[in-house]
């Protein structure tokens, strides 16, 4: 050990007398001081702007804007310029033959030099310490675990770019070559991640071998076994290499036994590598405050009730536009999104099926009209160079699994072991590919039996299925919307009240109905009424006629005329119903929008009034227009022409109106649960498309939490986290100033003065 470590001394010795050593620790630190203190200043300025803050410590070393992130694209930059002369040094001088004939071992100098780079890689992670260091002044309550985590990330990458370049430098005498040769392995390491990746084993391999995103884990605050055990292997596999370098240039062994000696150094490392990297034999820990890496508690309930085995199928279409998300080459990252619940659930089988049947391909409209499916396989795979036998027809695959409701999108399909099935899919907007929620969704119907919505017809009501701009298809039975029930855990079916509503029925929609109820229908309705199923009614101005009947076996009713709420840049009857201190009762997350300063906003809403108590139920009011400005208007009816005005003569009388009520009452020892609102057009197609200047408005938040309550809070999951703590920055304009001059200045004028006294005092000796 002693001899290690004399030779790391004077390793360290000749680096430091070396300028460039030097510079790259004025560069490094300047770079760090410079992202680090514009960061900072961003957040400062968007807390003054009055945008709400999330995750100031993440925000600030990692995600896009992350100094630890911006940091590692440069990384590889300094690396070998330190390293390049570790052992190249020895070489063009003939120093190297002194080591060869002193009773010092190959490993010993391979070691002696490397602990070198384990020290300059320290003072590197010194230098990082100081924004950690001041994060801890400026931030409340900072994540110090998240930032410790993300030094070691880069402690980590440093020491294998070290290695790499020490094996480099003992290849070569040229230190250009070896700077050259160091580069040129990075890149290989960063770009193989995407080379043979149609092809299972070869996907296997390269994607072990790849170094791009290994660091990215530990910025994101997450300690994983495979991810550090790359690391040391990539690092004792080069160390390795070294040492069979010089070995052979010792004992100038043959270049073929010096061959098979790096072959078998490889082949270890790969077999250590991909074993590590099993989800079986992984081990995590997430160092995140709230713990963002890792599933909520709901969902881990939800895999360790899944008893046995899992299998997860994913079905690929080769001729829908959605090919490419589940195409081979597309593996490695598709698998990415289960990787938190193999974490627990490490027996999760994930199996793909590559089929072809007619699904949606604009620049292909015209070969459907003229070639058979089959032809059009066949001449994909011609320019593709795939094998048309990869890809079954779809009568092969509907033996296996029903997925002909899909229209050929791609679509997953989870299998228990008791062999009940969920499907999941992914969605057509930003992100595509489904969230937590949405997954763990999908496991728990494999548990229970997931809610069925009916939605009434019969008298011109919304239907569930309808995807025109009065309709609630978008949010009902939209299998490309994320948010949809259908995606939410719901069952959607459409009902007649001309029959009983079915036992299997849990929740029944009624909306805008134009026409009166039979005298069947209307018994039909009481009979649910009275066995505690679950409503969810919604009112429209003009139809108060045909739906108070409805109403008032509840002991409610919805008032005639329109509320009205008159602004300069909407018209009068678009009304911005504010969320009730009441509504806490109904869903936790309403509170938090109800403190944000959102409303729900109602396109032409009537008022419900109380008109009967003792009906048993406990009425509790959810959404009401403003005291200030608002009225029932009961005159003007053409607001695109003409403005309202409050006529007291009239009966209109400025003061809030209840729009949104919640019933509750218990029903053989079941509470009924019953939501009844003055405005059908908020949650349609149209009007969740809106974006309405003025209003911070979450329409899509009173559908899901409605039937979130409506479910007994059982579908959909609820994945919403606790808000990390450090949503401050706590220091002024002035502070974050001061600290620029610190980090940014004076840091690297510290290690210039350093470097001048050090130089200075070796040219004095």
Known sequence: MRTIIRITKSELRVLFFSPIAWLILIVFSFQVGMAYSDTLALQLKNQELGYRMFAVTSSLFSGYTGILSNLLENLYLYIPLFT????????????????????????????????????????????LMGPVISTCISVQAPDVPLMLTGVLGVFLTVLAYGAIGLFMSTITKYQVVAVVGTLAILAIL???????????????????????????????????????????????????????????????????????????????????????????????????????????????????????????????????????????????????????????????????????????????????????????????????????????????????????????????VITAANGKKAILRIYQDNSVYPYEA???????????????????????????????????????????????????????????????????????????????????????????LARGGNLFILGEPKRQKFMNPVVEKLGLRFADGIIVSPSEIHLDDIVAADIKEGAATVSENYIKYFRRGYSIITPSACAIEILDTTKGFKITEVLASASKGSWIEKETTDFINEKSVLNPDAGEVERSNSIMLYLTRLVKNKEQRIFVIGDADCISTLELSQNRAGFRSSNFTLITETFRNMSYEEFPVDANRVNPPDDQVVVSQDGVSTIKIVIMWIVPLLLVVGCVILLFRRKRR
């Open 190 to 412: 960063n770009f193989i991640g995407g080379v043979g990746q149609e092809y299972d084993f070869v996907r296997d391999i390269t994607y072990w071998l790849a170094i791009s995103g290994r660091s990215k884990v530990f910025i994101d605050g997450m300690i994983s076994s495979k991810d550090t055990l790359y690391f040391v292997l990539v690092i004792f596999m080069f160390l390795g290499l070294s040492v069979i370098k010089l070995q052979g240039e010792r004992l100038r062994l043959a270049k073929w036994k010096t061959s098979l000696k790096y072959s078998f150094v490889l082949l270890i490392a790969l077999a250590l590598g991909y074993i590590s990297s099993l989800p079986k034999f992984s081990i995590y820990y997430d160092s995140t405050a709230t713990k963002m890496n890792t599933l909520t508690e709901e969902s881990q309930q939800i895999l360790e009730q899944l008893k046995g085995d899992l299998t997860i199928t994913t079905y690929v279409n080769y001729l829908d536009e959605t090919y490419d998300r589940g195409a081979p080459r597309n593996r490695i990252d598709d698998i990415a999104q289960f990787e938190q619940y193999l974490r627990f659930k490490p027996e999760i089988k994930l199996e793909y099926v590559y089929y072809y049947a007619k699904g949606y391909m604009p620049y292909a409209k015209a070969a459907y009209d003229t070639m058979t499916l089959e032809q059009i396989v066949e001449d994909k795979c011609r320019y593709s160079g795939y094998n048309p036998k990869r890809f079954l027809p779809l009568d092969e695959v509907l033996k296996k699994d029903d997925i002909s409701g899909e229209n050929g999108r791609f679509a997953r």
């Open 84 to 127: 390049m002369g570790l052992m190249s040094r020895e070489l063009s001088s003939g120093s190297i033959k002194l080591l060869y004939s002193s009773p010092v071992s190959n490993l010993q100098i391979i070691l002696g030099k490397f602990l070198a780079v384990v020290v300059y890689a320290l003072l590197l992670c010194v230098i």
């Open 438 to 528: 949405q997954i763990s969704t999908a496991l728990k119907t494999l548990l229970q039996e997931a809610p069925v919505v009916g939605f009434v017809t019969g008298h011109k009501e919304r239907s569930g299925m309808d995807l025109g701009e009065k309709g609630y298809g978008a949010f009902a039975s939209n299998k490309t919307f994320r948010y949809s029930l259908i995606n939410s855990g719901f069952g959607i079916r459409e009902i007649s009240l001309g029959q009983p509503v079915p036992e299997d029925i849990d929740i029944v929609v009624l909306a805008d109905m134009r026409s009166d109820l039979t005298e069947e229908e209307s018994r039909n309705f009481d009979t649910y």
